[in-house]
């Protein structure tokens, strides 16, 4: 497996350490963790509820702040815990350049630090949709295949963008293009409802549409996504993860001598 129990002691320390170094000598610290994913709130809400004015039907939300910010949740942190994937071997080069340290390790890590910071926004929300009387308790379950499925393609696609980081150094800047196009096209900042019918069963196979309703689902009463959604999405992502993971694997012996 890409990281053995024996090194939970390691993971654990890798993460409390990129969560305290991302904001030691910052006068916020860990606020910061919020104004990122407010800040983005408040420019969609504007661009997209009173200028282009996107309508809701059958969200399970009339408030599109609510709306757009469930669906935000899963993306910042796929789209966090990739680009920062992407340059985390490169970064750590002393590490990688130890003969036995396991550099896979270095990419799961910053994929829990970016869950760690999606989970207190989500815990943000959670606050503030039961304090407005919008919580969908009974719906709570679906962040839980939300989640894994977020995960593991997070890890997956995180694995090879840092092995291919290491040789061709212009992968990060490609990594952020590429998210800039997959945002506008997941289902995020408009409902599935909006996309034309011929395109929807394109839409359907990108798993992070089913893990974007799934989180709609859960937090704002949203219809939850199919069983076979689900089926798709877990496997798409499964296949990702052990893509990901057999080019890491292939080409770490060649790291150290790269960096």
């Known amino acids: 497996p890409p990281f053995p129990m024996r ?7 890798l993460v409390r350490r ?16 919020f ?13 997209f509820s009173w200028i282009l004015r996107v309508p809701l039907s059958g969200e399970g939300t009339a408030s599109f702040p609510a709306f757009l910010f469930a669906g935000l949740l899963p993306w910042l942190g796929f789209s966090e815990g990739l680009l920062r994937s992407t340059t985390a071997v490169v970064d750590q080069g002393n590490l990688v350049r ?8 270095l990419v799961v890590s910053v994929a829990l630090s970016a869950v760690c910071h999606q989970l207190a926004a989500l815990a943000l929300f959670i606050v503030w949709q039961g304090f ?3 919580l969908q308790a009974a719906q709570s379950v679906w962040l839980v295949p939300g989640l894994i499925v977020q995960f593991t393609i ?9 092995a291919a980081q290491v040789f061709f150094r212009d992968v990060a800047q490609i990594a952020g293009v590429a998210l800039s196009g ?15 019918e011929p395109m929807r069963p394109w839409v359907l196979f990108n798993p992070l549409a089913t893990v974007v309703a799934g989180f709609r689902a859960a937090l704002i009463g949203g219809r939850p996504p199919t069983l076979g959604a689900w089926l798709m999405a877990a496997a798409v992502a499964a296949l990702v993860a052990l893509a990901g993971w057999g080019f890491f694997r292939r080409l770490r012996s060649s790291f150290a001598d790269e960096l």
């Open 7 to 13: 090194h939970t002691y390691l993971l654990r320390e």
């Open 18 to 33: 990129d969560l305290q170094s991302r904001y030691r000598g910052s006068l916020l610290g860990f606020f910061w963790a």
């Open 35 to 47: 104004v990122h994913p407010l800040w983005q709130l408040a420019l969609y809400t504007v661009v």
């Open 98 to 105: 130890k003969h036995r340290f396991p550099s896979e390790l």
């Open 132 to 134: 407005c009387g919008g």
């Open 154 to 162: 997070t890890l997956g696609l995180g694995w090879a963008a840092a």
């Open 182 to 196: 997959g945002f506008y096209l997941t289902p995020i900042v408009y409902p599935l409802s909006l996309v034309p």
